[in-house]
Nanobody, 128 residues
Framework: EVQLQASGGGLVQAGGSLRLSCAASGFPFDDYAIGWFRQAPGKEREGVSCIYIRDGNTYNADSVKGRFTISSDNAKNTVYLQMNSLKPEDTAVYYC?????????????????????WGQGTLVTVSS
């Protein structure tokens, strides 16, 4: 059974930090990229960051570059999203998702409909 378990959300003041975790199981971790998406109330879901487990390549959306860092602990089948310098506009439900990567040429800036598996969301609230 495929599982993606997101955790680590909470309430933080602007300028603060949080670390989200996404624990994966039930699929060959190395063959997949793990992405973080977020959805704020009344807004469309947007991609935030992504990492290809096999080679460690990453992608970050412009809105989070320099503030968020995605990483993986392959021994634990877990991906982390370190979020620093949080802003009120980062408030959203954050989801992790997995997409199988095939071949040597790939993009990590993929739309949500390309993803194969999704975890439940974790709420991040940044107060001003």
């Amino acid at each position: 059974e495929v599982q993606l378990q997101a955790s680590g959300g909470g309430l933080v003041q602007a300028g603060g930090s949080l670390r989200l975790s996404c624990a994966a199981s039930g699929f060959p971790f190395d063959d997949y990229a793990i992405g973080w998406f977020r959805q704020a109330p009344g807004k469309e879901r947007e991609g935030v960051s992504c990492i290809y487990i096999r080679d460690g390549n990453t992608y970050n959306a412009d809105s989070v570059k320099g503030r968020f860092t995605i990483s993986s602990d392959n021994a634990k089948n877990t991906v982390y999203l370190q979020m620093n310098s949080l802003k009120p506009e980062d408030t959203a439900v954050y989801y992790c998702a997995a997409v199988e990567i095939g071949g040597s040429y790939y993009s990590l800036n993929l739309p949500d409909y390309e993803y194969d598996y999704w975890g439940q969301g974790t709420l991040v609230t940044v107060s001003s």
